[in-house]
């Protein structure tokens, strides 16, 4: 290995960059884990029973998704965020307190999207950019997967 790469073969300058960036990520994640948390305890009304299991798969997803954006960092050789404290700090994804409405769950969900996606776009171009192919194979599959979410939750809407 050169002495400016890291044990994995890639370049230590970008793969700090991209571990910067990916605490960023994960601190979104943890905000928007926490919101569809909340959005499925707190749910009522007539779409309550679709909403609530809804709501459980987002979270659960979120949970995967956290886990690997942490390993991921790990196996940059950096370390991951791991507190409340960073993660409302750096989080662009606000904490949505009390919402029980079915339609404004799902319009904070989009909001949360409004954050991530581009974020997710900034790291697959860094990663494209640094031959850093496991970080790009994570960000492909998760734009793909959240482009299709915001399209139906927007359906949802009807918007």
Known sequence: MGKNLNQIGLDQKASSELSEK????????????MNAR???????????????????ELYNDSLIKIDEIAERI???????????????????????????SGTEAIKEILKGYEVLLPLE???????????????????????REQEKLVWMYSAYLNE
């Not at 990916?22 to 884990?33: G, M, R, S, T």
């Not at 009304?45 to 809804?54: M, R, S």
């Not at 700090?89 to 029980?100: D, E, H, T």
């Open 22 to 33: 990916l605490n960023e990520l994960l601190a979104d994640y943890q905000l928007f884990y």
């Open 38 to 56: 909340g959005f499925h305890w707190n749910i009522k009304g007539h779409k309550f029973f679709e909403l609530h299991l809804k709501f459980e």
């Open 74 to 100: 790990l196996t940059l050789g950096f370390t991951p965020l791991h507190t409340y404290a960073d993660y409302s700090g750096l989080s662009k994804i606000k904490a949505a307190k009390n919402v029980s």
């Open 121 to 143: 776009r900034e790291l697959l171009e860094m990663s494209g950019d640094s031959n850093d192919e496991g970080t790009n194979a994570l960000m492909s599959d998760y734009i």
